[in-house]
């Protein structure tokens, strides 16, 4: 009483956010074949309120795999013998991050190498020289080894990707085993 009326306005605060709220995350799980050389992929599952921004980390026996934040993941032949999971980790604004991890695979098999029947070239005759041809083997690059035979029976000493005929092979059928071996990979013997 006795005074005029006065009004102030304060500083504006920052922007109101929603208080955190906890995103809906389901255990994601993995599909593919647990072998080197495979792909494996995350299926997160359905993450709520839409939408939901997911960062992949795969892991081999829950150690984190270098480089490995794709929603898919080939294995390499370093986790051959390890249980691979997938953490999926998602964020949105105004809500607190979540993390799940996915279920461990079986223990990572070798993988199975894409092999070729060899052929040979070259003339059968006694001092000629015989070629192996191996064929496309994959994934590339895989180390071939041979081995040259005269009527099925191992030539001692023929382990080269040629062969030259000796007078011991006149009268013999000669064939060649090309073998191919990858770090990770179960070896495989072509004839």
């Known amino acids: 009483t006795g005074y005029t ?19 809906t995350a389901p255990v994601p799980t993995i599909t593919g074949t647990a072998k080197v050389g495979a792909t494996l ?17 795969w892991k081999a026996n829950g150690a984190a795999i270098s480089g490995a934040t794709a929603s898919t993941y080939k294995l390499a032949a370093a986790d051959l013998g390890k249980a691979i999971t997938v953490t999926v980790t998602g964020s949105k604004t105004g809500y607190t991050t979540a993390a ?13 190498l894409a092999t070729a029947v060899p052929a040979i070239s070259g003339t059968a005759k006694v001092g000629a020289t015989l070629t192996a041809v191996p064929g496309t083997w994959a994934p590339a ?8 035979k005269a009527n099925g029976v191992a030539i001692s000493g023929a382990t080269a990707s040629t062969y030259k005929l000796a007078a011991a092979d006149l009268g013999k059928t000669v064939t060649v085993t090309v073998t191919g071996s990858k770090a ?5 013997a072509k004839s």
């Not at 304060?10 to 995103?23: F, G, K, R």
């Not at 992929?41 to 980390?57: D, H, K, M």
């Not at 990770?184 to 495989?188: K, M, S, V």
């Open 41 to 57: 992929t995350a299926v997160p599952g359905t993450w709520a309120p839409a939408p939901v921004t997911l960062a992949y980390q």
């Open 184 to 188: 990770g990979y179960a070896a495989a």
């Open 100 to 112: 799940k991890n996915s279920v461990a695979t079986a223990t990572v098999g070798a993988g199975v």
């Open 5 to 23: 009326t006065a009004e102030k306005t304060s500083a504006a605060t920052v922007p109101v956010v929603a208080a955190d709220q906890i995103l």
């Open 141 to 148: 690059p895989v180390t071939l080894t041979y081995q040259w």
